[in-house]
């Protein structure tokens, strides 16, 4: 399979590595467990959360993700998520951007729809920026986790923010589905965000 990255952006790349999974090397598996059933008429996100870092947080991540599931309305049926550190963030925004810093969340569609649309992705979490960010911001790490994976579930619905205004935009949906998750808006927790539906 030939990999075509987008040109270097910080967050997201276009096609899917070579392998299924691009996880941690020694990253756990044992993290898997069954999603709880969608409500009636939705169909379930089957979530697999690996975490090399940050292991104590995916019990959260995997109550909290497949309600933020269901706000977005996403084709998207199977999410991986992995949670890495610095030095293996590097290493894959390096091999799929060309760039070698870290950065904080790479996401990576690997099947879509007729409508081109991911119904298949992994999502890799920077649990090292998460910390340094969550401390920076006064916020409990959980919480930025979970913004950078919803951060990565709009990027697989085709959602991007490279113009300022796209920047804002996404910024203020994320903000607008934590609060609605009960969580409250993290990334810029000073605006008040309206609860309705996304």
Do not use: C, W
């Not at 996880?23 to 169909?43: C, F, V, W």
């Not at 940050?54 to 995997?62: D, I, V």
């Not at 790479?106 to 998460?130: D, K, R, W």
């Amino acid at each position: 399979m030939i990999i075509t990255p987008r040109p270097p952006h910080r967050r997201a790349v276009r096609k899917a590595p070579e392998e299924r999974k691009v996880l941690a090397p020694g990253a756990s598996p044992g993290l898997t467990r069954p999603t709880p059933k969608a409500p009636e008429g939705r169909k379930k996100l089957d979530l697999t959360i690996t975490a090399a870092n940050g292991r104590e947080h995916a019990p959260f991540l995997r109550k909290m993700l497949p309600r933020a599931h269901s706000l977005l309305r996403s084709p998207l049926r199977e999410l991986s998520l992995a949670l890495v550190g610095d030095a293996r963030m590097s290493q894959l925004h390096g091999r799929f951007m060309d760039d070698p810093s870290t950065t904080d969340v790479l996401t990576f569609p690997l099947e879509q729809n007729s409508q081109a649309q991911a119904t298949s992705g992994e999502i890799v979490i920077n649990f090292s920026q998460a910390i340094r960010q969550a401390r920076r911001r006064g916020i409990a790490v959980q919480n930025e986790l979970l913004l950078y994976a919803l951060h990565g579930m709009l990027h697989l619905m085709g959602l991007d923010d490279r113009t300022d205004a796209d920047y804002r935009r996404m910024h203020r949906r994320e903000d607008r589905i934590l609060t609605q998750l009960g969580v409250g808006a993290v990334f810029n927790p000073t605006r008040k965000t309206s609860s309705k539906t996304s």
